[in-house]
T-cell receptor, first 114, second 118 residues
């Protein structure tokens, strides 16, 4: 079965640079979520989109922005990168109709800021 | 607001024995879901088991079972016949629908690192 696809899997950037992460949800899933997991931390919710509209916002810095496109894929843009942005970024998707609330996670994109 | 508490930062278990990972939660919602995810050192988040707040029977998935005690607000994960490959970080999480938003709010606990000893 198709899973959530994230790219790139690994990314190395320098401070003050910009990074873009991509997420392709499971087909027919209408909601996409972004989570940030720092070293030794639990995942923290950043932002979610339902039917291409932002549905909820968590602890996402102003330097970050995200959107969901017409084909339901989503991109997380991170600017003016800081050392503290080094983390594993998860994308997850879910479907609303008849759902249990389970989020299906991608394998994550590991960002390292030097 | 939802809160998940996992009080065991680390656990050790002998191979082939059973182990229980603790999870308590706090919510004012009547309808919610409880999940356990496994995160090996490679980083991916692997879904293990789900329990709905209205489910009367405890969920089971192979060697995993969820000991759901609603009155105590606990959702402990029991792994039977531990294997070396079970060594990983385990996260308990709770999901609740965001009214009118079409999405869910998933809150994670801090995790328990399980180490299986040969």
């Amino acid at each position: 079965a198709a899973g959530v696809i994230q790219s790139p899997r690994h990314l190395i950037k320098e401070k003050r640079e910009t990074a873009t992460l991509k997420c392709y949800p499971i087909p027919r899933h209408d909601t996409v979520y972004w989570y940030q997991q720092g070293p030794g931390q639990d995942p923290q919710f950043l932002i979610s989109f339902y039917e291409k509209m932002q549905s909820d916002k968590g602890s996402i810095p102003d330097r970050f922005s995200a959107q969901q496109f017409s084909d339901y894929h989503s991109e997380l843009n991170m600017s003016s990168l800081e050392l503290g942005d080094s983390a594993l970024y998860f994308c997850a998707s879910s479907r609303t109709q008849g759902a249990t609330g389970e989020l299906f996670f991608g394998e994550g994109s590991r960002l390292t800021v030097l | 607001a939802q809160k998940i508490t996992q009080t065991q930062p680390g656990m050790f278990v002998q191979e082939k024995e059973a182990v229980t990972l603790d999870c308590t939660y706090d919510t004012s919602d009547q309808s919610y879901g409880l999940f356990w995810y496994k995160q090996p050192s490679s980083g991916e988040m692997i879904f293990l088991i789900y329990q709905g707040s209205y489910d009367e029977q405890n969920a089971t998935e192979g060697r995993y079972s969820l000991n759901f005690q609603k009155a105590r607000k606990s959702a402990n994960l029991v792994i039977s016949a531990s294997q070396l490959g079970d060594s990983a970080m385990y996260f308990c999480a709770m999901s609740a629908a965001i009214s009118g938003a079409g999405s869910y709010q998933l809150t994670f606990g801090k995790g328990t690192k399980l180490s299986v000893i040969p």
